[in-house]
C-alpha cells in the first residue's frame, strides 16, 4: 500500500485540535499542555507541524492558569481572529466559555472580560464551543459536543440525527473525538485527537492529533477509520 502520510500528524500532546487556514498556512490549536494555555502549531500541508508556542498567554481575572480546553478560532477579517476556549469559572465552579481577540492567527489573544461569555452554572457548566458562519453570513455559537452526524434545517434546528457514530475507535487510534472539518479545494478533512491503543490514559504523549478524509454520498459523510499509514495525502 501506498503511504502519503503517516499519523498522528502531530506526536505530542494536543487534545482537542482545531485548525484554521490563513494565507497558505494552517495554524493548530488545542487544549492546555506543554506549549501553554492554548497549545499552537503551525503548518504549510496539514502534515508537518511547527511548535509556535502560547496564543493565550494571560488568561482574565474570573479564572485559573492550567484550566483552559477545547480552543476554536473563528476568522473574522484578515487582522481580526477570535477565539472561544472552555475554562473553569472560580466564582460558580463550573467549567464555562471565555472569548479572546488577537489580530494574528497565532496570538497573543486577549480576553478583556470580567465573566465568563456562557456559563451555564445551573446546568452543569457549558463546554466546547465551536463557532459557525451561514451562507449568509450571519454567524452562530454551539457548545458541547459528540463525533456523530446530523442534517439541520437550519442552522439553529431542527435536526435529525443519521444513525452510528461517523468516526470510532481502529487497530490504529483508540477513543477518537473532539474532531473538527477542514475543506481544502473541493476535498474535506477531519481534524481530531485520538489514544495509541497501547497507551490510553498515560502521558507524556496523551491524546495526539490525527487526520482522516471526509468524503460524501450525496448528504451522508463517511469519515476515514483512522489510519497510522493513510494512503491519501491532503494536498
Known amino acids: 500500500m501506498t503511504v502519503a502520510f503517516t499519523n498522528p500528524v502531530y506526536g505530542d500532546n494536543f ?3 482545531q485548525v484554521v487556514a490563513v494565507d497558505g498556512s494552517y495554524y493548530a490549536f488545542a487544549t492546555n499542555g506543554p506549549l ?10 496539514l502534515v508537518s507541524w511547527d511548535q509556535v508556542g502560547d496564543a493565550l498567554p494571560e488568561l482574565p481575572a474570573w479564572t485559573s492558569p492550567g484550566m483552559v480546553w477545547a480552543p476554536e478560532v473563528a476568522v473574522h477579517a484578515a487582522d481580526r481572529f477570535v477565539m472561544y476556549y472552555t475554562t473553569s469559572d472560580t466564582a460558580s465552579g463550573r467549567q464555562a466559555i471565555g472569548v479572546a481577540v488577537a489580530s494574528d492567527p497565532k496570538g497573543p489573544y486577549v480576553d478583556k472580560s470580567s465573566r465568563p461569555l456562557i456559563c451555564e452554572a445551573g ?28 442534517r439541520c434545517a437550519t442552522p439553529a434546528g431542527p435536526c435529525t440525527k443519521s444513525g452510528d457514530p461517523v468516526l470510532t475507535s481502529s487497530a490504529d487510534a483508540a477513543g477518537p473525538g473532539h474532531n473538527m472539518v477542514l475543506q481544502i479545494a473541493d476535498r474535506w478533512w477531519f481534524v481530531y485527537h485520538a489514544w495509541d491503543p497501547a497507551l490510553v490514559g498515560t502521558d507524556p504523549h496523551g491524546r495526539t492529533m ?9 448528504h451522508t459523510p463517511y ?10 495525502t491532503p494536498w
Do not use: M
Not at 501553554?36 to 503548518?43: A, D, E, F, Y
Not at 490525527?210 to 450525496?218: D, F, K
Open 15 to 17: 487534545a482537542d485540535p
Open 36 to 45: 501553554g494555555n492554548v497549545q499552537t502549531l503551525k503548518s504549510a500541508d
Open 123 to 150: 446546568q452543569g457548566g457549558s463546554i466546547d464551543a465551536s463557532p459557525f458562519q451561514d451562507p449568509s453570513g450571519q454567524r452562530w455559537l454551539y457548545w458541547t459536543y459528540a463525533v456523530g452526524h446530523a
Open 210 to 218: 490525527w487526520l482522516s478524509e471526509l468524503t460524501w454520498s450525496g
Open 223 to 232: 469519515v476515514q477509520p483512522p489510519l497510522k499509514n493513510n494512503p491519501v
